[in-house]
């Protein structure tokens, strides 16, 4: 093999990775609203609101519904909350579509879990009819003095982790 056929290769290579973590970040968004959205519905079709169900060691489920942003932060102003997040996802959908095209993977993955987090909750301010309106389903009680969360909000701060790690590695 000689040289031209390793720089050809190798540019070959380098042409197919940056290409294939081009979806990546979409379908990382998908998955979470997928999961998300799934366990939210097990756990309205399952648990009964405000009431403690062990799983193991300090997890409880606890069904609850949350109309602040992240963590009950802010309950009470969901119009200005929907709306903040609806300017944050079309600032996150901008910037991803910039990001893919040299994105490593695991920042793809992590713009991705942020962008499917933010969609998922939004689609229950919208679009789910709960007890609350504007509210988000939450259901995880990890520990007592942690607040009840749900898969997109795991995600975000997943998510928030892994790019503050990626970035700060290349610093």
Same mark, same amino acid.
């Given at each position: 093999?000689? @040289?031209?056929? +390793?720089?050809?290769?190798?540019? +070959?290579?380098?042409?197919?990775?940056?290409?294939?973590?081009?979806?990546?970040?979409?379908? #990382? *968004?998908?998955?979470?609203?997928? #999961?998300?959205q799934i366990t939210k519905s097990l756990a309205l079709d399952? @648990? $009964?609101?405000?009431?403690?169900?062990?799983? &193991? %060691?300090?997890?409880?489920?606890?069904?609850t519904f949350n109309t602040g942003a992240a963590f009950s932060?802010?309950?009470?102003? =969901?119009?200005?909350?929907? *709306?903040?997040?609806?300017?944050? !996802?079309?600032?996150? &959908?901008?910037?991803? $579509?910039?990001?893919?095209?040299?994105? /490593? *993977?695991?920042?793809?993955?992590? +713009?991705?879990?942020?962008?499917g987090g933010a969609l998922s909750n939004l689609g229950d301010? @919208?679009?789910?009819? @709960?007890?609350?309106?504007? %509210?988000?389903?939450?259901?995880?009680?990890?520990? /007592?003095?942690?607040? &009840?969360?749900?898969?997109?909000?795991?995600? !975000?701060?997943? %998510?928030?982790?892994?790019? *503050?790690? =990626?970035? $700060?590695? $290349?610093?």
């Open positions: 093999m000689g @040289l031209r056929d +390793l720089q050809e290769r190798r540019t +070959l290579v380098a042409a197919v990775g940056v290409g294939s973590r081009r979806p990546l970040i979409p379908v #990382a *968004a998908a998955v979470v609203v997928a #999961a998300d399952h @648990l $009964r609101p405000y009431q403690a169900r062990h799983v &193991v %060691g300090p997890v409880h489920w606890y069904l932060v802010g309950t009470g102003v =969901t119009p200005i909350l929907e *709306a903040v997040v609806v300017v944050l !996802i079309v600032g996150l &959908v901008v910037f991803s $579509r910039k990001a893919a095209r040299t994105a /490593t *993977a695991p920042v793809s993955v992590a +713009l991705g879990m942020v962008l301010r @919208l679009f789910r009819h @709960l007890p609350v309106q504007g %509210g988000v389903v939450d259901f995880i009680r990890a520990v /007592t003095w942690w607040p &009840v969360f749900n898969v997109a909000d795991a995600s !975000i701060v997943i %998510g928030v982790i892994l790019l *503050a790690l =990626t970035w $700060r590695s $290349r610093a």
